[in-house]
């Protein structure tokens, strides 16, 4: 009997009907003859009214207690799924993250996969049931409950498929797929069919609407991913391994991120060990550094240009103001109101032009570049937040995304 | 170093603030050099509404997904109250159930303990921390997450006293103690310094306010309990076992119980396995009968009255009409508006008089007596609900429950 893992996102389940309906759509899938695994995220914003509870707590409440406080969201969804199907007829039941075997490191708020031991899982597919999983969550050895981090919802949906061998992993979502370009921006962007692993990757982490960790753990156990409408019946974009070769030399889509703030650390003494004194305080406080930027050094001073999420400006700043100062710097200066507009397609590999292309589209739109950072099939422009709308369609249109 | 075990109900925590407040008489425990466990219920009325949530979704849920569901309360406060023991500068540690050890059956909603098994609990007061239990949960051998029953935190905390020997068990309420009546009856109702375990349960059964299972537990453990209020600083009432001899030949308090109706099988033949014929149907649908009485056989037909929880008699009335027809009952009548009167106290094993002082001063109150129910150390007459206040202020007199 063929095994299929859905997960169901928290905008799909925000309240008692959307609920019961999500529960038809599985039963469904039941009906089909498949054995059914879905796997939940919290109910609509569940989880930040957590989070603000904790905060008027304490400002920093420990990680530890937070996830445990934060799983809770999930377990309030999984229980009323299950019993949303036994409301149907269906045989169904809800598991916590722990008992559906999923292991990870004690990491609180972004653990680590580090073993799935679905017996529990196996067992209750063996009676009959409908097995409803909590996601977002793990248990350490020591049995202490841990989150996987924001999103990670996914996560859990694709390393529980890994481990049945499920025939797929279907992610339900507000979306029906994935699309060469938001279609709030480009009312001509076109839905894919199917698009690669890397592709999707880059997609994400670039402002698409899945999480990475989990595009990353699907290609490696080559688990096939449909992203679809938890709302409507379309037939949505397989993530798959096989498609590279065929579509080569092709931009598949546009990605934006709005989440982007940047700091110039100005005249900063050009030499050795300066980029470490800038960059592992920020590690150290847990803000990630993205695109990096050090402009050509004159007379042996230069200006150090790099990204943030708008989240860490603030933390960012207070770690790198002092140490600018220590290490002989002029100062710094921040911006937000940024925002990346990436290209994305495994046929840019290693074929010329595309950058090209990238920057003359932008250039015929009147739109000014203010950073660049590349991977083997991303190219990403730093622009203005409001130029997005612009700089989208003129990329769109370029790279003639709305054709098949 | 003497160790602490406390429980905080429901309204002691009901909001951000109450937290917090609730945290700084914890610390203030382990400030005069006590280990402390602290067990807490779920916040406010989250439990009905987790209730509430669970009926809109499907009107009879599955009780191991309630329990899953409903567990989830008392974990978001015992996060919560770690937290806000960590903005105070304590270090403390927040603990659901399963991991604090509580091992249950596998009856969902009602589940009993079988074991206890604190070591990571002791790990943790070993450790310096603080021990923040949540309440009211247990785990099955099966790593099923399971409920105690309603207000069964006041268990968890005795439970947990008994393993962990602890020096006292504190329950935190919003009352000050356990009074010889309820004071908004009767002005003049005293605070009880100290009262014997079998005395409570009977005020307890009969409506005060501490679940009667964790009494039991306390007796068989000997755990003294402190009845206290989590708002004010006030002394509270001590539960213990040696204080039964002093107070011999003394009422200690008078109970209330409204939530009483009542149930008569008119014409019921007199015959042997009648009452079981009729009482077995309602065990097997979970109603819980309390007081029965059979009315002497005039002619070998018989009236059987019995009382129900007011919940429950739409159910036993559904059970007992056709079982009524079928051994040949007249028919049946039902009444509501009724409660039980108690007066509670181990003085009164043995002594006579007290049940004939009891109707007298219920006669000359002009209040009549529907049924009556003894046990060794209780006096129950069942009333009409209306009359209870003077009832109670008639006995508190009677008895000189104002008296020291």
Request: overall charge negative; hydrophobic content about 45%; glycine content about 8%.
């Amino acid at each position: 009997m063929p095994l299929i893992v859905q997960k169901y996102g928290g905008t799909s389940i925000a309240d008692a009907e959307r609920i019961k309906h999500v529960a038809q759509r599985i039963g469904a899938a039941h009906d089909k003859g498949n054995q059914v695994v879905a796997v939940v995220s919290a109910m609509g914003d569940t989880t930040d009214q957590l989070i603000e509870l904790a905060h008027e707590i304490n400002p920093a409440p420990a990680p530890r207690e937070m996830d445990l406080l934060l799983s809770t969201g999930e377990l309030v969804s999984c229980t009323l799924v299950a019993m949303a199907l036994h409301g149907l007829g269906y045989p169904a039941i809800g598991l916590s993250g722990a008992q559906a075997g999923v292991r990870t490191d004690s990491t609180h708020r972004k653990a680590r996969i580090v073993a799935l031991e679905p017996e529990r899982v196996t067992r209750e597919l063996e009676r009959g049931n409908i097995v409803i999983v909590a996601g977002f969550q793990g248990v350490t050895p020591d049995m202490d409950i841990t989150t996987l981090g924001r999103g990670a919802s996914d996560l859990t949906a694709v390393a529980l498929a890994a481990a049945l061998k499920a025939e797929r992993c279907e992610i339900y979502t507000d979306v029906e797929g994935i699309y060469t370009a938001d279609p709030h921006l480009v009312p001509e962007a076109r839905k894919l069919k199917e698009i690669g692993y890397e592709e999707m990757l880059e997609l994400a982490s670039s402002g698409a609407k899945m999480q990475p960790r989990s595009i990353e753990l699907a290609a490696v156990y080559q688990v096939p991913v449909l992203v679809t409408s938890s709302f409507a019946e379309v037939p949505g974009t397989l993530i798959h391994g096989g498609v590279t070769m065929e579509l080569r030399n092709k931009v598949r889509g546009v990605a934006v991120d709005r989440n982007v703030a940047k700091i110039t650390v100005l005249g900063v003494p050009d030499r050795p060990g300066i980029a470490a004194s800038l960059f592992e305080p920020l590690a150290e406080v847990g803000v990630s550094v993205d695109t990096i930027v050090q402009n050509a050094s004159v007379e042996r001073v230069t200006d150090v240009t790099f990204t943030v999420a708008r989240g860490d400006l603030h933390q960012a700043l207070k770690v790198v103001e002092p140490v600018a100062k220590e290490i002989g710097a002029r100062g710094c200066e921040a911006a937000q109101g940024l925002a990346k507009v990436s290209v994305v397609g495994t046929g840019m590999q290693n074929a010329p032009g595309y950058a090209a292309a990238m920057f003359r589209a932008l250039y015929e739109a009147g739109i000014n570049i203010e950073m660049i950072t590349t991977s083997e099939i991303r190219i990403t422009c730093i622009v203005a937040e409001d130029t997005v709308p612009a700089a989208v369609r003129a990329l769109h249109k370029a790279f003639r995304l709305e054709e098949e």
